[in-house]
């Protein structure tokens, strides 16, 4: 069965440092999500983007974020200049009508 | 806003026992779609079931129903003859009809099932 692959599994980086998330959603999927879950906490959500454009984005995502799909087939999440509060747990989703999220098994980030 | 509550931090069952999550949600909207996900250790992000709004009927997959209230805007998950692999985070979920598929998540209810 298809499914969407994030890497790294774990990433540590120093404050301050910028790191990129990396996601390959499901291949005839559209839609693609990030959200974010600080560890104990709920899952939140922080930007959509649909036909090469974010369709909505959360307040949680600032200036330090941006997101790219620079090829067929990849989606990545910068953070610019990361915060010890950006430690958290990532994940990317898609979905093929904008309805049913498929979600990655996540990327563990912790700044140091 | 939109919001949905979960309000059983914590639950606890006998394995091949029926357990009983809720949530509520709240919206003024009339058309949206409710999940289930299902968080393990691992942190993997599980489907585990998903209601249309519009259904009257209650969606059922295996073990696992819900009970779906609209006026009451409820949304409870049972999960019949829990097994220890049940053993999880589970949050419930809502998204609007056509509006390109934004989760809003509930606080989540920890279970675990007991042998």
């Known amino acids: 069965e298809p499914e969407v692959t994030q890497t790294p599994s774990h990433q540590v980086t120093q404050m301050g440092q910028e790191v990129i998330l990396r996601c390959v959603p499901i291949s005839n999927h559209l839609y693609f999500y990030w959200y974010r879950q600080i560890l104990g906490q709920k899952v939140e959500f922080l930007v959509s983007?649909?036909?090469?454009?974010?369709?909505?984005k959360s307040e949680i995502f600032d200036d330090q974020f941006s997101v790219e799909r620079p090829d067929g087939s990849n989606f990545t999440l910068k953070i610019r200049s990361t915060k010890l509060e950006d430690s958290a747990m990532y994940f990317c989703?898609?979905?093929?009508?904008?309805?049913?999220?498929?979600f990655g098994s996540g990327t563990r980030l912790t700044v140091v | 806003a939109q919001t949905v509550t979960q309000s059983q931090p914590e639950m606890s069952v006998q394995e091949a026992e029926t357990v009983t999550l809720s949530c509520t949600y709240d919206t003024s909207e009339n058309n949206y779609y409710l999940f289930w996900y299902k968080q393990p250790p691992s942190r993997q992000m599980i489907l585990v079931i998903r209601?249309?709004?519009?259904?009257?009927q209650n969606a059922t997959e295996n073990r696992f129903s819900v009970n779906f209230q609209k006026a009451a805007k409820s949304f409870s998950l049972k999960i019949s003859d829990s097994q220890l692999g049940d053993t999880a985070m589970y949050f419930c979920a809502f998204t609007f009809y056509n509006q390109g598929g934004k989760l809003i998540f509930g606080q989540g209810t920890e279970l675990s099932v007991k042998p």
């Open positions: 209601q249309e709004a519009y259904k009257q």
């Open positions: 989703a898609s979905s093929e009508e904008g309805v049913r999220a498929d």
């Open positions: 983007f649909y036909n090469n454009e974010i369709s909505e």
